[in-house]
């Protein structure tokens, strides 16, 4: 049986990946802290400064966005629900799209609804299929959404990051790496 392990020490909750081992930290006070804002700016005037130069709204994605090559995508751009996917314009792989989440310039975290997940996870998955097809050596798929820019979303609009490399990026190789022993020591598969 797998288990969770989780540690407490002075208010910090110390949890550790059962495969990997590697350690997050969580304090649950830390919600509670005072917080000075980095600058006179608030969430809602960058919202609304950022609405009117943002590419990834629907009035500007057509003509402010790039387009996939035709082995790609026909069309240019993938399009499910309100999910539309075209190609980074500063990729950090061969492969590297961007995924719009929604139309809506900013939605808070409960706006978000399971459709739009779900559309973003299909259209996703069409692009990494039509990647493969095109390149058959690139096998590694990776999708990451990253909200805000605490968590280094540099855009407001919700959006996701797809690539697909012919190579495992270091975290993917590092968990093929622990469930390969995994199953070395244990005899079954961890997942």
Known sequence: ?????KVMKNQV???FDPLTEEQSRINPARAKRFKQAESDISLKEVINRSRETCVFCPEKIEGQTPKFPEGIHKE??????ETVIFPNLNPFGEHHAVGI???GHFLDL?????????DNL?????????VHAHDQEATWPIWVWNFMPPSAGSIIHPHVQILVEKDPVPQ????????????EVNRKNYW
């Open 1 to 5: 049986m797998i288990e969770f392990r």
């Open 122 to 130: 299909v259209a996703s998955k069409n692009y990494i299929l039509s």
């Open 172 to 183: 993917q190789a590092k968990l093929l790496r622990e469930s390969k022993r995994y199953f």
């Open 76 to 81: 240019g751009r993938i399009k499910f629900g």
């Open 13 to 15: 909750e110390y949890r």
């Open 101 to 103: 989440l929604s139309a």
């Open 110 to 118: 409960d706006e978000f609804k399971v459709y739009m997940l779900r």
